[in-house]
Every structure is written in C-alpha cells, then in structure tokens.
C-alpha cells in the first residue's frame, strides 16, 4: 500500500521568513495531494491540494510544488506569521480520494 | 452547519470498560471516515463508511473494534473491552465530493 514520509518532523522559524515542508509518497498511481493543517486541540484542516496533473498550485501566502517523476510534493509557506504556528500534514491518494495516507507531521513553531 | 460533532470531546476510563465514540457528520455529506492519531503511528484510517454502509475496514486494529452508521447523521466507534494501548485522539470526518472534514476528535485516555 501508499507510504508517506513527511520532513522535517520539526521546524523554527522566525516571523517573515519561508518555511518548507517535503514529502514522498511510494505508489506511482497516487494523484491527489492534500496539505492539512491541525492547530491544538483541533482536527486537521485542509489549507491545499494539488491533483497530478497540475505541477503548482498558489493560494496567497500558501504555495504546493508536485513532481511526480520523483515523487514527492512540497509545501511552501511565505512571509510566515506566528499564527501559522502549527502541525501540518500531508497526504496522498490515489482512485476516488477516499483513502487518504497521512505523513507523519511537521510541528511548525514561528517566532516573532 | 455545525461542521462535524464529535463526543465525548474526553474520556477516561479503565481497562477492560467499553467505550463509545459518537459522531454526527455533515449534513449531505455521504462518506464518513473514522480515524485514531497518536504520537507514534500518525493519523491511520480505521474505517470508512459510504451511504452508511462500511465500504473499508481494514483499518480497525482487531475485533475489539467495531463501527456503525444506523443512519445518515449518525455513526459509532466502539472500543469493547479497551485496553491502555487505544489510548489516542479518535478522529470523525466526513465529505461529499470535495474537501474532508474532520471533527474536533475525542480523546480517549484507558487506564
């Protein structure tokens, strides 16, 4: 089955600057993408996705990057903000979306 | 809408008690997912459920587990007995064709 591995587990920043998150996904026929976001206490939300025929996808400060061929897909997030101080999730699927494989997290502390 | 109602928000109880996590889903929404999330394995689906019928339970760690949806707005995860180790925060999330939803999760706590 899909495996996702999702880095770095953990990431500081300071307020400003760009945060990059990675993951790498192991079946080939995986083509949807979605990035979640989970704040203390809350369920994840979604903030992205990205399906495989697209290889960028923008939404303000908030940017995905797919390459299939290596497989593995990005998160990038400028100008951070102490609120996006938060775990984030990756995940990917293949089919009708419905199995979802989550990667295991990045913890992302923003200082001001 | 309210989004996806999960309760109890927590629980504690001792082992070998039976536990049961509810969840109201969204409104229209057809499919209806439960997940468990810990420190050690993530987010894993346990089963998912389409039109209330369980389409995917391959999931659910082992017998002791079992889930159901006697209707459109209202699904069971059931824990009998529970046992320390499905300590974990049990996530409800439902969709339609779009976006998944996640409820605010219960956390369970078996001692």
């Known amino acids: 089955g899909e495996n996702v591995e999702q880095h770095p587990s953990t990431l500081s920043v300071q307020e400003g600057d760009s945060a990059v998150i990675k993951c790498t996904y192991s079946?080939?026929?995986?083509?949807?993408f979605p990035w979640y976001k989970q704040e203390l206490g809350k369920g994840p939300q979604l903030i992205i996705d990205?399906?495989?025929?697209?290889g960028e996808k923008k939404d303000q400060r908030i940017a995905v990057t797919l390459n299939k061929t290596a497989k593995h897909f990005s998160l990038h997030i400028t100008e951070t903000q102490p609120e996006d101080s938060a775990v984030y999730f990756c995940?990917?699927?293949?089919?009708?979306?419905?199995?979802?494989?989550f990667g295991t997290g990045t913890r992302l502390l923003v200082s001001p | 809408d309210a989004g996806v109602i999960q309760s109890p928000r927590h629980e504690v109880t001792e082992m070998g008690q039976e536990v049961t996590l509810r969840c109201k889903p969204i409104?229209?929404?057809?499919?209806l997912f439960w997940y468990r999330q810990t420190m050690m394995r993530g987010l894993e689906l346990l089963i998912y459920?389409?039109?209330?019928?369980?389409?995917?339970d391959s999931g659910m760690p082992e017998d002791r587990f079992s889930a159901k949806m006697p209707n459109a707005s209202f699904s069971t995860l059931k824990i009998q007995p529970s046992e320390p180790r499905d300590s974990a925060v049990y996530f409800c999330?439902?969709?339609?064709?779009?976006?998944?939803?996640f409820g605010e999760g219960s956390r369970l706590t078996v001692l």
């Open positions: 999330a439902s969709r339609n064709t779009g976006e998944l939803f």
């Open positions: 079946d080939s026929a995986s083509n949807y």
């Open positions: 990205i399906r495989s025929n697209v």
């Open positions: 995940a990917a699927s293949k089919g009708s979306f419905q199995k979802l494989v």
């Open positions: 409104s229209g929404h057809d499919y």
């Open positions: 459920f389409n039109n209330n019928v369980p389409i995917d």
